[in-house]
């Protein structure tokens, strides 16, 4: 049964017509006899009758029905009924949204209603009690303004007596009475005004207004003249609705069932306690509960974490064991218990060992180690201070994690690694909510737990490689973590309780920046880790890589040595990198080897020297000179910078028959086929210069190419290389493949300062370059380069191309050279060729090479794997 405000069967009277209108329900009334018309005061229907279109409503013959006017137009209807013979012929619309309807929105068939009150109210809307007469069929609009008056036929209620109508009125009448019956909100009255309707049409009008129907069924039940096919639509709608009823009053059952079980388990279980009690046993629930409260005593939780904790500690004692929730609690309450809340190591705050524990891990990091010192001798000061987040930066290899522990040990506290390379999901950092299965905190919190203290040295490796996708971001899950102003408050998704993160010293790892999100970055204090250079890789392995290889390979130092030269060779000729990795993995194969021969008892001991190499390591893999003796025009020697280190790379300029295009190879980016681009439209508006006509440059390609073409390059740094190839190869004349250089362009000529300076001076230095040609503003950058490098190798600073080609191109390649600048050198370069020529024949490496007779330009090899852009 329908039980809203405007279908209620509470208020069964009939209203008179001098009763006043009391308050504004709508409540649903009925003739107790709809058969008896004249005993309510019904009048016979006129001909024409005013429309009055209603919202959503559908009034049937018998009925009383409140309705609310507030559309004007509806109001002028009134006003002419009441002024008349208080008739209506009450009509639903199609679309209740419809302010102004046409006659297309309205129904073709209402009901013929008489008005019997009519309420004004405070803001102008108006009340309207009306009496359902009969039903009415639209024959035709008689008037259409101010309000339509249309021609109505009058549908009488026709039907004969039968057995099959009894058993039918019999049937919806037991439908209805049990419906009533599972209807909380219906009186018990409601069924004595079903039973003295004696009309099938009556009852068949009285159900379909309450019954719960949408306004397109009740509309068909009103639009349905033959009263045996109404019935059998109101008990199809009764029966739906009874069976709802009936599954409602089910799941209710259900529902108090398991109350009544829960109680009575409830009851059980207090009375199984109160026994256990006075036999002085104890149940398992009891005794682990009792161990929780232990735990959170020791655990010394905040007042806010411990409110919660109590919350979840009452929930556990009335969980049933055998239910699920029961051990979703307990491992909550576990993992509380279990944190380290209060539980904080101390700092040792000896400036003097932390200096000399970094100085016995690490050789070198001086600007490190006095970021560290810094940090203790700020903590000793301001104990209460919040700690540096920073980030070490830096090639593979150059020892940033193995920093990490070493600032652990100097501080004494517990160091912890979490890499976060690959990882995806958000829930990695901040972990599971507590709905999922399976859920459990992120690894932020599990690591603190297994570190069983709240201020531990805290090393995010790989920070670099976070990816994202439709599981969330974890870079921005760090966010707050990385953050000193948010982490005190930090809320892992299912311990739903904030954690103190400040007392953490964070660190983190990259090996290149710009794979950084910058919100990321901007919370961190950035420290870079450049290569090592041959002296510093030299003292390492003999301070550091070489007894831990003996002692991991069962060597002691009396059985194997390594010189001083042995290790040079195999700093230069078997390793290529910016940090130590290979170097200790070559130093291992060479105690492997010698193991297996003392095993084997071919040595029992032994010096490793750099001509005994070849045995354990085989033949170089890498030259230390990477240029021939004869230099080609249009070749040049570029620096790059990449996540791994610094690295040279050739720019290859040729010139061919064709129509002024240009051609860009070897797995270049954007960045730097614009610099391409840049240079050629330089050496285009230049040509004249150079005693080149541009009809020449329009009939001809030019093609730039830069080798291991497996690779991916990008960066601006490599405009100074690819302009130099151009001007080399169309004036025909050579650079000194000794000549290293890296600088941005511009269209103007101009020479523009890059970053990774001290990175490609490395790269510069390990392939044997002895000039580098720099911006004129990076030549600050060079205090960073050691000493050692910095006397080895010649720096020349460029400000504009007309500089650039006064130093790499001093002179024509011969006497006879067709084509020569117009302007000449004002000044001899800082290493002219000749003299270059001269240093190079007068190296050992150059008589080397000279018995050899290398045709060519020989490069260090290159292992073509996927490395990452270079820049």
């Known amino acids: 049964m329908q039980d809203d405000s405007n279908d209620s069967l509470t208020d069964l009277i009939p209203i008179e017509a001098d009763e006043d209108f009391q308050g504004e329900s709508a409540a649903v009334l009925i003739n107790p006899d709809p058969s008896d018309a004249n005993d309510t005061g019904a009048k016979?229907?006129?001909?024409?009758?005013?429309?009055?279109?209603?919202?959503?409503?559908?009034?049937?013959?018998?009925?009383?029905?409140?309705?609310?006017?507030?559309?004007?137009?509806?109001?002028?209807?009134?006003?002419?009924?009441?002024?008349g013979d208080r008739m209506v012929c009450a009509v639903p619309q199609r679309r209740p949204d419809i302010e102004d309807p046409k006659l297309d929105d309205l129904y073709r068939v209402g009901t013929a209603c008489a008005i019997l009150k009519l309420v004004r109210l405070d803001n102008g809307g108006q009340t309207i009690i009306v009496h359902g007469i009969s039903r009415v069929g639209i024959v035709d609009i008689t008037q259409e303004s101010p309000y339509w008056v249309a021609s109505v036929q009058t549908r009488p209620e026709a039907f004969d007596p039968s057995k099959e109508l009894d058993a039918l009125v019999h049937t919806v009448r037991e439908t209805a009475r049990r419906a009533i019956e599972l209807s909380p909100s219906v009186p018990d009255e409601a069924m004595q005004v079903v039973?003295?309707?004696t009309s099938p049409a009556g009852l068949a009008d009285f159900l379909a207004a309450n019954v719960s129907l949408d306004l397109v069924e009740r509309q068909e039940l009103l639009e349905t003249f033959d009263v045996r096919d109404r019935l059998k639509k109101v008990n199809k709608a009764m029966t739906r609705q009874l069976e709802i009823l009936e599954m409602s009053q089910k799941i209710q059952s259900q529902v108090r069932e398991q109350m009544d079980q829960s109680q009575r388990e409830y009851y059980l279980r207090e009375q199984l306690r109160a026994i256990q009690q006075e036999l002085g046993m104890s149940d398992a629930r009891g005794a682990e509960i009792e161990k929780l409260k232990e735990r959170m005593a020791k655990a010394r939780m905040p007042e806010e974490v411990e409110e919660q904790a109590k919350r979840e500690l009452e929930r556990l004692a009335i969980i049933p064991q055998a239910s699920p929730e029961y051990s979703v609690s307990l491992d909550y309450m576990n993992w509380l218990c279990s944190l380290p809340w209060s539980v904080k190591t101390d700092d040792r705050l000896d400036?003097?060992?932390?200096?000399?524990?970094?100085?016995?891990?690490?050789?070198?990091l001086d600007k490190i180690k006095k970021r560290i010192i810094e940090f203790l001798a700020v903590r000793k000061l301001n104990p209460d201070g919040r700690g540096p987040i920073l980030c070490f930066t830096g090639p593979p290899g150059v020892g940033k994690t193995s920093l990490g522990r070493s600032i652990a040990r100097a501080l004494d506290r517990k160091f912890i690694r979490l890499s976060l390379g690959g990882a995806r999901d958000e829930a990695d950092i901040r972990g599971h909510r507590r709905t999922y299965i399976g859920a459990m905190p992120g690894r932020i919190i599990q690591e603190l737990r297994r570190a069983e203290a709240r201020n531990p040295v805290f090393m995010l490796d790989e920070v670099d490689k976070l990816g994202a996708d439709f599981r969330g971001d974890p870079a921005s899950a760090l966010l707050e973590v990385l953050d000193p102003a948010q982490n005190a408050t930090f809320v892992d998704h299912y311990l739903d309780v904030p954690f103190d993160l400040s007392d953490v010293m964070f660190i983190a790892t990259a090996n290149y920046m710009d794979a950084i999100p910058g919100p990321l970055r901007d919370r961190?204090?950035?420290?870079?880790?450049?290569?090592?250079?041959?002296?510093?890789k030299l003292q390492i392995a003999k301070r550091y890589l070489v007894p831990r290889q003996l002692a991991e390979n069962g060597l002691d130092k009396g059985k194997l040595k390594f010189d001083d030269e042995a290790l040079r060779s195999i700093i230069a000729r078997h390793t290529l990198e910016a940090g130590v990795r290979e170097l200790e993995r070559k130093i291992g194969a060479v105690c492997r080897s010698r193991a297996a021969a003392i095993v084997e008892k071919t040595r029992r001991s032994g010096r490793v020297t750099a001509k005994s190499l070849a045995k354990d390591l085989g033949p170089p893999i890498h030259e230390s000179e990477i240029a021939a003796d004869n230099a080609v025009p249009g070749v040049v020697t570029g620096l790059a910078f990449t996540p791994v280190g610094g690295e040279i790379l050739f720019v290859e300029a040729q010139r061919m028959p064709g129509s002024g295009n240009l051609n860009l190879t070897g797995q270049i980016g954007d960045v730097m086929r614009e610099?391409?681009?840049?240079?050629?439209?330089?050496?285009?508006?230049?040509?004249?210069?150079?005693?080149?006509?541009?009809?020449?440059l329009l009939s001809s390609d030019v093609h730039i190419h830069v080798p291991a073409g497996a690779i991916p390059k990008d960066g601006p740094s490599a405009g100074v290389a690819m302009f130099a190839a151009l001007a080399s190869m169309l004036m025909d004349r050579t650079v000194e493949p000794t000549t290293g250089m890296t600088g941005e362009i511009t269209l103007r000529g101009s020479v523009l300062p890059v970053g990774g300076i001290r990175e490609k001076v490395l790269a510069a230095h390990r392939a044997g370059l002895t000039r580098v040609i720099l911006p004129d503003r990076n030549m600050r950058d060079l205090e960073e380069i050691p000493s050692d490098i910095r006397e080895q190798i010649d720096f020349v600073p460029v400000k504009s191309i007309d500089a650039l080609l006064k130093h790499i191109l001093p002179k024509p390649r011969s006497a006879n050279a067709t084509h020569s600048p117009k302007r000449s050198a004002k000044k001899k370069t800082a290493r002219p060729a000749k003299k270059t020529e001269k240093t190079r024949a007068a190296s050992p490496s150059a008589r080397k090479r000279a018995k050899t007779k290398p045709t060519g330009r020989t490069t260090k090899s290159r292992a073509r794997t996927k490395t990452p852009k270079r820049r």
């Open 675 to 696: 610099s391409a681009q840049a240079a050629y439209s330089i050496v285009r508006n230049r040509s004249k210069q150079w005693g080149l006509e541009p009809r020449e």
């Open 524 to 536: 961190t204090e950035i420290i870079s880790l450049s290569g090592y250079t041959h002296r510093e």
């Open 351 to 364: 400036l003097k060992r932390a200096r000399k524990i970094l100085n016995e891990d690490h050789y070198g």
């Open 44 to 83: 016979s229907v006129p001909d024409d009758l005013p429309i009055l279109p209603l919202r959503e409503t559908v009034v049937f013959p018998g009925t009383i029905v409140p309705l609310k006017v507030v559309r004007e137009k509806v109001q002028r209807v009134l006003d002419a009924a009441i002024a």
């Open 195 to 197: 039973d003295t309707i």
